[in-house]
Structure formats: structure tokens, C-alpha cells
């Protein structure tokens, strides 16, 4: 790919974000799915669309008896950006975390995982203590950035991972994965 093809690609990820992350969540699923049938076919990964993003989730999966509230995250393979955004009440949720999606620029091809949370049935650690953002747009009459107090930077090097989908699956499932 030259550098005018990825100049153009890159600049649609920007603009086309939301169509994005879209096709990353159901390609993340068609994933996951697989691997669960794989491993046993009697098994189902249960998928439910968070209808209004204002709870820091994005999907819930389950798989058996534990459910996962999973706020996704996307980059493309070439560039991991330092950290992630996670609201402060999304954190406290039994079995919230974070999935940032890396994937190919020419094919919006998954290619790894990273992953940050707790057990299934426990929450996030403590990210109370960790930066709070500045809003990308919003500035003040003095022309500073505003800060999102009700959010945290997890700073990606806290992250498990690059994984496999196969690994992220024991990650988000580890007693089901067993079975």
C-alpha cells in the first residue's frame, strides 16, 4: 500500500468511525463464536447490543454463566495509541472491561487483542486513581481543554496481551474455556 492509499484509509477510519467499529464487533463475535463452537458445539456465545452508549459498554457476551460487559476499543496494527478512555462507573460493573481491536488497515482484518479487566464475575481494578482525559473539542472561555472528571486513561501498557482470539476467549471465559 503507498503512502497515499494509507493516508486516504487512515483518514476514513476517522471519518467513518462508527461503521468501523461496527464491522470490528461483528467480526469480533463471528470470532469468538467459532472458537466457542469449536470447542464444543452444544456451547453458545450469547451476544447482546448495548442500544444506547451512555453505561461505557459497547456488548455483553455470555458464555454459560458468566457475562462479560466489554467497552471495544479499536487501532489499527501499525499504531497502539499510549492509553484508553473507561468512564468511572462503567469500571465498578462485575465483569466490565476493555477490548482494544487491532487490525489491518487494507482489509479491516482483527489480527490481536489486548484485554483489561478482572475475573468474570469481579470488577475492573481501581482506575480511580489513574489521568483523567481532556475532551478532545471542548475548551473553555479561556480556551482550555475541558476534563472528563467521570473518566480515566488506562494506559495501554496495563493491558494483558497482544493475544490471539483464542487466548482472549480464556481471558473473558476462563472457567467455561476449560470445560
Sequence with gaps: ?????RDSRIKALAERSSYIENVLRHALVSNLSSLVWSRDPFAALQ???SEVDDSGFDIVLGL???VRYIQLKQAHEDK???????????????GSCVVLMSHTLAE???TKFRFFGGAPNETMSNIEAMRQPKSP?????AGER???TNYREIPIKQFQGPLSA???????????SDA
Design 80 to 94: 497502539v495509541p499510549p492509553h484508553c478512555s473507561v468512564r468511572l462507573s462503567f469500571s465498578s460493573l462485575p
Design 64 to 66: 454459560g454463566t458468566q
Design 137 to 141: 473539542g471542548r475548551r473553555n472561555a
Design 166 to 176: 483464542s487466548e482472549l476467549l480464556d481471558v473473558l471465559f476462563p472457567v467455561a
Design 146 to 148: 475541558k476534563v472528563r
Design 47 to 49: 451476544v447482546f447490543n
Design 1 to 5: 500500500m503507498n503512502a497515499a492509499e
Design 108 to 110: 479491516l482484518r482483527l
